[in-house]
């Protein structure tokens, strides 16, 4: 894996890494973006938007 892929969510910037989520073959950050916020959770990653308000 290149050491700089992004997250497959769409909007979401963050780097992934090898503890990253796996969802249908694709690399997540986190298992908000994996989920495609299904519930309006906010990425896990401080300063991300990709889901609206950035995390804190």
């Known amino acids: 894996m290149d ?3 992004e997250c497959a ?3 979401c910037h963050c780097e992934v ?3 990253s989520v ?3 073959g694709l690399l997540y ?3 908000a973006c994996a989920t495609g916020h299904s519930e309006g ?3 896990q990653h401080e300063g991300c938007d990709c ?3 950035p995390a804190e």
Do not use: T
């Open 3 to 5: 050491a700089r892929e």
């Open 9 to 11: 969510c769409p909007d």
């Open 17 to 19: 890494h090898a503890d």
């Open 22 to 24: 796996v969802h249908k």
């Open 29 to 31: 950050c986190c298992e």
């Open 41 to 43: 959770e906010h990425c």
């Open 51 to 53: 889901a609206g308000e």
